[in-house]
């Protein structure tokens, strides 16, 4: 079975630090990796995915991961934190498999907080 | 493009009544999910369609919770009778099928259920 894991439930950074949300996973084979934002009482909205081709990933909202198989880690940075970025990430997992619909695997999410 | 469509957005029901959600995925999409989100987790797939018929339902409570998608399009889930535990947001996703790229998952705003 296949499983993330989000180290940190809460992430707090000052205005234009630099932001990063760990995601660690866990599988017999590469999977495909997701990341998803929801802001508060909205839906979750894809970030980016990785998907076995390029390792660095570019996502939305300047947001981008690393898939990292020696590590196991899908880690997600932003170079700088606007206080829109405010929000709960979730990284997500699913088999890596074409052609047929996705079942994702969700971690427990990391609530980012952005000060001034 | 219309995003995924749910309604109600709130609910508040007592414990051991029924209640209902719906959802109408984006025009096209052949596949639909709906997941349940605890407060403080991640989603977990309750069900997902292709189409009018189910792929997945393993981790559907089916003594309380139903749910169908006639026609393969829009999709109620209801629970009868609804306990305390069954408080969460109701999401529905829609993604397409594709051959060659792995779909990505359209979640739409959500259902609060409060179970008093």
């Known amino acids: 079975a296949q499983s993330v894991t989000q180290l940190g439930s809460h992430v707090s950074v000052s205005e234009g630090a630099l932001v990063l949300l760990r995601c660690n996973y866990s599988?017999?084979?590469?999977?495909?990796l997701f990341w998803y934002v929801q802001y508060p009482n909205q839906g979750l909205q894809l970030l980016l995915k990785y998907t076995s081709a390029a390792t660095l990933v570019k996502g939305i909202n300047g947001f981008e991961a690393e898939f990292k198989k020696s590590e196991t880690s899908f880690h997600l940075t932003k170079p700088s934190a606007h206080m829109s970025d405010a929000a709960e990430y979730f990284c997500a997992v699913s088999p890596p498999i074409t052609g047929t619909a996705s079942k994702l695997t969700f971690g427990t999410g990391t609530r980012l907080q952005v000060t001034l | 493009e219309a995003g995924v469509a749910q309604s109600p957005r709130y609910k508040i029901i007592e414990k051991r009544q029924s209640v209902a959600f719906w959802c109408n995925p984006i025009s096209g999409h052949a596949t639909l999910y709906w997941y349940q989100q605890i407060l403080g987790q991640g989603p977990k797939l309750l069900i997902q369609?292709?189409?009018?018929?189910?792929?997945?339902d393993s981790q559907l409570p089916k003594d309380r919770f139903s749910a169908e998608r006639l026609k393969g399009v829009d999709s109620t889930l209801k629970i009868q009778p609804a306990k305390l535990e069954d408080s969460a947001v109701y999401l529905c996703?829609?993604?397409?099928?594709?051959?060659?790229?792995?779909?990505?998952?359209?979640f739409g705003p959500g259902t609060r259920l409060t179970v008093l």
């Open positions: 369609f292709q189409n009018n018929g189910v792929v997945d």
């Open positions: 599988s017999s084979v590469p999977p495909y």
């Open positions: 996703a829609s993604s397409p099928l594709t051959q060659y790229l792995t779909d990505t998952q359209y």
